[in-house]
């Protein structure tokens, strides 16, 4: 079975972009970003939902592009489409939490969940997430989109490793201690 891993942006106090979906503030260069591109070959796959793709247009992301080559697209959304997409862009409508189920069952590498918070959060609650590998960015934001939406009971993690970049970002890796799958109540992807 493939391991789906929440590798991810957050800040100090636990946000992963600010309310707008901005992640100014987040430091975009430095070694951890030489760090971050080493990590992204070890995926061929990559999960996330729907505004955490669209923010990829503020980087230079086409509508129905993929961004990230050589992995496969899914991004869970009841409400986006494209007239034309990329082959390996699949738009999640429905039943996300089965098809993610599915994709962890199939021949591959681990697969990255990029973002976003609601998605993580009804992920985390089903079981799913099997490691975070969180980076740690040096700001607070106060308020924001959180690092799990919805998640409002305890869950255990064990340390895996801790890396410090001279940049500042810290990257800790955990893996997830869930006894079992806990009902997940209806999702709002959008």
Do not use: W
Not at 60 to 84: C, E, W
Not at 93 to 120: F, H, P
Not at 126 to 150: Q, Y
């Amino acid at each position: 079975m493939r391991k789906l891993i929440y590798h991810v942006a957050v800040t100090v106090d636990g946000f992963i972009a600010r309310k707008n979906g901005s992640v100014d503030g987040f430091l975009m260069k430095g070694d951890h970003v030489d760090a971050y591109l080493e990590h992204l070959k070890e995926y061929d796959t990559v999960v996330m939902g729907r505004r955490t793709y669209e923010a990829g247009y503020d980087f230079g992301l086409r509508p129905g592009d993929i961004a990230y080559p050589n992995m496969k697209h899914f991004v869970v959304s009841k409400t986006l489409s494209f007239t034309q997409r990329h082959a390996d862009l699949n738009i999640v409508g429905e039943n996300a939490i089965e098809v993610i189920r599915s994709l962890k069952d199939t021949q591959g590498s681990s697969i990255y969940l990029c973002g976003g918070g609601s998605l993580a959060g009804s992920l985390l609650r089903s079981g799913m997430i099997d490691e975070l590998l969180l980076k740690v960015n040096p700001v607070v934001f106060g308020e924001g989109i959180r690092l799990f939406d919805g998640v409002d009971t305890a869950v255990g993690l064990t340390p895996l490793n801790t890396t410090s970049y001279e940049s500042g970002v810290v990257l800790n890796r955990y893996s997830i201690a869930i006894e079992k799958d806990s009902p997940v109540p209806g999702s709002d992807f959008r």
